[in-house]
């Protein structure tokens, strides 16, 4: 096999996913959900004050900090701006990652298969698309580099002044990725998966090195660690007190949840051979990484998975739903240990295919490989077109919505009856404090809302409410007020407001 082949490969998916997801997702982009809490946050704090004190709940300053300065870019006009930033680091994590396995010694197969699968891989659709996806993004962008110093660093025969150097960078890097968010504690157990030997592969440097290594991550986390603590105590979260959310959650079904989640390849649309095909993707998948648990061996094999557990183990006290539209930033990290099987998986079939072909068949088993491959990738990116559709409309509702709330008549106090919230198993949409955060930005002063809101869903090309409405839990009060003006909104998705 040609050495440019895996990556005109990566090249041609990169170009697919950009055509079927990133540039229409860039396209038809709009503020939903906590989109408007996370840049109102960004923008009001000084930007020292995001390493001295919590951020809705959050101790996450590197992440609040790349959304400060974007917002200072894109500010509320320019919402597209936001997600091409989210398209550019997909795209940058995947190059990474490649580069990361060249420096742990895989063959151009592996890590660019690897590469593809990772830039693609539906269940995390939420990281492709939501730019309150930016922790996770920016989280792995420090993984993968902190991994790129640690190959080079444990390697015999560099200078123990060069060693220092750059494990001193990868430190460094490690502690950035923990502050845009805490999942990167698992980045040593990776470490440890990349840099052991499988069959075809010797290790990359001697195993007491490695771990001497990945022992050495402790210092950023503990510096982690001991300037959270300096922030808001360890049992304190935006969603509670994570010690009693992991007592009260049954973690084994959870995590059982998760790993069917990444395998299960969603489809919205219509057509259900198209469902067939991408749930044939998911299938696929999964046999690639049993087949790259085989060829990696029992060592690499075991220390893989325990990454692509470390990554989710601080979010096992929250559910996963699979062949859902949310929850894929959860996965996100965790995918890095699985594409790593895949591609191993992929060159070890590969591999098989090239020895098994004899002289009568030497044509029909890679062609029946190859037509494997392009069959999941072509169920990928159509599960990855399906999704960005999904959340196209969720991005069109709530700029319709918005619309219609901007048009309404000067008034102290709003009530909407029927603000949708999310799409019924499907992507967010709105909160009821983001029309004050929104409008006030416009007009210098905004009106008390209070909201119903209501889960919709979309049959043909129609919303329609899915559920009962219920109070919003963000509504600026409670109780009504005479002079109070109810709105019930059109939920049909608009086209864009000119000028926006």
């Known amino acids: 096999m040609s050495r440019r082949l895996p990556v005109l490969l990566f090249v041609a998916i990169a170009a697919v996913e950009c055509a079927l997801v990133f540039v229409p997702a860039v396209a038809g982009a709009f503020f939903v959900f906590d989109d408007y809490a996370n840049l109102d946050a960004a923008r009001s704090f000084r930007l020292a004050a995001l390493f001295d004190i919590p951020v809705m709940g959050m101790f996450r300053p590197v992440g609040f900090a790349a959304l400060k300065a974007q917002f200072a870019l894109f500010g509320w006009t320019t919402p597209a701006g936001y997600v091409a930033v989210v398209a550019v680091l997909n795209l940058l994590n995947a190059i990474l990652l490649a580069f990361v396995l060249r420096a742990f010694g895989e063959n151009e197969v592996v890590r660019w298969l690897a590469a593809a699968f990772f830039l693609v891989f539906p269940p995390a659709n939420e990281a492709h698309v939501w730019f309150a996806c930016e922790f996770d993004l920016l989280c792995v962008t420090g993984v993968l580099v902190s991994l790129l110093l640690c190959a080079a660093a444990v390697r015999v025969g560099i200078a123990a002044r060069r060693v220092l150097f750059l494990a001193v960078l990868a430190a460094g890097s490690l502690l950035l990725a923990l502050l845009a968010k805490e999942v990167a504690l698992a980045a040593p157990l990776f470490l440890i998966a990349l840099a052991l030997g499988r069959p075809g592969r010797p290790a990359t440097a001697p195993f007491r090195r490695v771990l001497a290594s990945a022992a ?80 990696a061996g029992v060592r690499a094999g075991a220390a893989s998975c325990a990454a692509s557990v470390g990554f989710l183990a601080l979010v096992l006290w929250t559910w996963a739903a699979p062949e859902a539209a949310v929850g894929g930033r959860l996965v996100y990290a965790a995918a890095l240990p699985i594409a790593f099987l895949f591609g191993v998986g992929a060159d070890s079939a590969a591999a098989a295919i090239r020895e098994a072909s004899g002289a009568q068949d030497r044509s029909t088993l890679p062609l029946a490989g190859v037509l494997l491959l392009a069959a999941f990738f072509a169920g990928a990116c159509l599960s990855g077109l399906s999704l960005q559709r999904y959340w196209n409309d969720a991005f069109a509702l709530a700029r319709s919505v918005v619309d219609q709330v901007e048009r309404l008549p000067a008034r102290p106090n709003v009530f909407v009856r029927n603000l949708p919230r999310e799409f019924r198993g499907g992507p967010y949409v709105l909160k009821c404090y983001a029309f004050p955060i929104y409008i006030a930005r416009r007009r210098g002063r905004a009106p008390e809302f209070r909201c119903d809101s209501v889960a919709v869903e979309r049959r043909g090309t129609d919303i329609f409410e899915a559920g009962l409405r219920e109070p919003d839990a963000y509504s600026g009060y409670v109780e009504p007020r005479p002079d109070e003006l109810s709105v019930e909104l059109d939920l049909q998705i608009r086209q864009r407001p000119a000028g926006r």
Request: proline fraction near 6%.
């Open 216 to 295: 050495l991550s402790a210092i950023p986390a503990g510096a982690f660690v001991a300037l959270r603590m300096g922030v808001m105590p360890l049992n304190e979260s935006h969603y509670g007190a994570p010690l009693q959310l992991f007592r009260e959650a049954p973690l084994l079904l959870h995590l059982w949840r998760y790993a069917v989640a990444m395998f299960s390849y969603p489809y919205f649309g219509a057509s259900h051979g198209a469902a067939v095909v991408t749930h044939g993707a998911g299938l696929l998948a999964f046999v690639g990484v049993l087949l790259g648990l085989r060829a």
